[in-house]
């Protein structure tokens, strides 16, 4: 299968004027939250710069959150879809947030076969389309995770968001609840639906994924989004607060088992962890070669004085290590989609 080839042809754009050009004005215009339209009505809209979309439609297309379903079993496929998100990294990271979740959010789907049906072939359809419409009028949909909350942080058990059934003898898997809560921080708030956990009793958590439309068509109007978070970088994606005020969700996985379900998806962000961290230490190591091979100091170049050398070494050893760790665990990831 054709791998390499489509690897190489991400890698060339990744380090082409143009696409880095894009990648630079995405970060220097963030995007803007609109939460009314001019008439008073709620929209609970950002809006991205073009380049945004570019980018998101350039790292989507090549694969960087398909490859892996779509070449499923294929020997190395999580291995080629990590090369994707590796370069993708280099060229802009903000757009690898939603890229991940996307990806990710494939095996949580998979619980539920009555919400995986509908949405998997969507987000792993390798296609981009960042219009806000219903996902059944889209080719391809992009998904995103909200879990934080204020009152918990990482103690997600702690949260008080909860959860109700919107027909009562109806209260599991795939059935339809209101969500009333708040989350101190939702990624990507312009993805087409969130997996989500609330509270369905006492002490029983689950896992929900809420829509941005409905299945009827209309706007998920319990979803509003409060503000966008004010960050020191990857400003071309937006990170936010969220509250639910009688947004619908649907149940994923069984009730009660809302933090197992929604591992499946954060097991698979913690590889995209270990990848963006290689991305990015290759790519400081890069600038600091690049910088030091053409700045003259004390009598030559950088490059070439003792100490530097010690110290691009241990970039480009640290560097190097990164790289064979985050493919081994893609291998890992790969061996286990083999043994399924």
Known sequence: ??????????????????????????????????????TGERVDMVDYQPTYHDLMQRGLNAGAAAYAWKNGG??????????????????????????????????????TPEIGDKWIPKVSSGVYD??????????????????????????VRANTTFATPVNSSKNGEG??????????????????????????????????????????????????IMRLKDKLGDKSNASSEVEYRNAVGFMVGK???????????????RLDCTIASAALMRHAAHQAVHHTSRRKAFGGYLIDQPVMKSVL???????????????????AFDNKESEE
């Open 175 to 224: 059935d339809m609840f209101t969500l009333v809560g708040h989350k101190w921080f939702t990624s990507a708030p312009m993805s087409d639906g969130f997996l989500t956990l609330a509270q369905t009793g006492e002490n029983e958590l689950s896992c929900f994924l809420v829509p941005r439309w409905l299945p009827d068509g209309t706007r998920n109007k319990g979803f509003q």
């Open 130 to 155: 960042g219009r806000n419409i219903p996902m059944e009028e889209k080719d391809g949909c992009t998904l995103g995770m909200s879990m934080t909350e204020k009152q918990g942080g990482s103690d």
């Open 74 to 111: 294929k020997a190395g496929a999580h291995v080629a879809r990590g090369s994707m998100l590796y370069l993708m990294y280099q060229l802009e990271s903000g757009v690898c947030c939603p890229i991940t979740m996307t990806f990710a959010s494939v095996p949580a789907l998979k619980t």
């Open 1 to 38: 299968w054709n791998a390499i080839e489509d690897i190489e042809t991400l890698g060339k754009d990744c380090g082409d004027p143009a696409w880095l050009a894009k990648a630079k004005h995405a970060n220097k215009y963030p995007p803007i939250i609109q939460t009314h339209n001019r």
């Open 313 to 331: 070494t241990d970039l480009g050893v640290e560097s190097e290590a990164a790289i064979v760790t985050w493919i081994r665990l893609a291998q």
């Open 255 to 269: 009730p009660g088992r809302g933090v197992p379900t929604i591992l499946e998806m954060v097991v698979h962000t």
